[in-house]
């Protein structure tokens, strides 16, 4: 997570990603028109180097013993007391502190920033990932069906080349490190419609987390999917097991 990176968005530098010459289909008072997506957990999971054994390699390097079956329930304890910026800007060191957490949680003691510091920049490497196997053909079905996509993460990973590794082609994308606030914060959702050139109504935000995600986008007008691959909220509306049925869900197809 690169806050220090954080200039301002450049316009021409997002849009850029703007394959398509065609203007948007006319708004449609049910479907929409733009589908904004989270990255993590909703599209891409972390791949092995961002695992419990990823972490070892790295806490090895800096002296650390960890226990690598420690990692789930470390990252969850961490995740359940991680502090929020007061005022949602993008800050990586809640990052660093947040991965310092997990690695005590797998018995790291001693000197652990400079380990975290180095798994927090593990984060930033679109090769870390891997995408799930509904993320490319529900991408390009909607773009087939004219609807633009977005890509919208908490994150200091440049998404330019994470869509260029992984063979994604999306209208636009914009990260919290680029934008300055995170998710939930309502400008950075506001970003990317801009940036998608639609309005709140006409745009749904597909997401795994209720907070940032969903609860983000009702907050000006968009229409939200929580994407629960893990089953953690059955009684949720408008949820889904993965993206397979995405195009049905929004009434595209
Ligand atoms: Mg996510």
Redesign the pocket.
């Known amino acids: 997570m690169g806050g220090e990176d954080g200039a301002e968005d450049d316009p021409d530098q997002q849009q850029s990603l703007r394959h398509d010459a065609q203007p948007p289909p006319a708004n449609d008072a049910v479907n929409p028109s733009a589908v904004v997506f989270?990255?993590?957990?909703?599209i891409a999971r972390p791949g092995p180097e961002l695992g419990g054994e990823g972490y070892c390699r790295v806490g090895t390097r800096h002296g650390l013993t960890l226990d690598a079956a420690r990692y789930e329930e470390a990252r969850r304890d961490a995740f359940a007391d991680l502090k929020r910026h007061p005022e949602l800007d993008h800050d990586e060191e809640i990052w660093i502190l947040f991965t310092q957490r997990i690695i005590d949680g797998m018995g790291g003691t001693g000197d652990t920033y400079a380990a975290a510091v180095e798994l927090t920049r593990a984060w930033d490497h679109a090769e870390h990932f891997e995408l799930y196997d509904d993320a490319l053909p529900t991408v390009d079905a909607l773009r087939e069906r004219g609807i633009r996509v977005g890509l919208l993460?908490?994150t200091s990973r440049d998404l330019e080349i994470f869509v260029a590794h992984h063979g994604l082609i999306v209208d636009a994308v914009l990260t919290s490190a680029t934008h300055g606030k995170t998710k939930p914060h309502e400008t950075i959702f506001r970003r990317m419609l801009f940036l998608l050139g639609v309005e709140a109504g006409e745009a749904a935000m597909v997401?795994?987390?209720l907070h940032?995600?969903i609860e983000g986008a009702r907050a000006i007008g968009m229409r939200a999917v929580l994407v629960d691959r893990a089953g953690r909220y059955p009684d949720v509306p408008d949820r889904l097991d993965d993206l397979r049925a995405l195009p049905a869900a929004l009434g595209l197809i």
């Open positions: 989270d990255v993590d957990y909703t993460s908490n997401g795994d987390t940032d995600d």
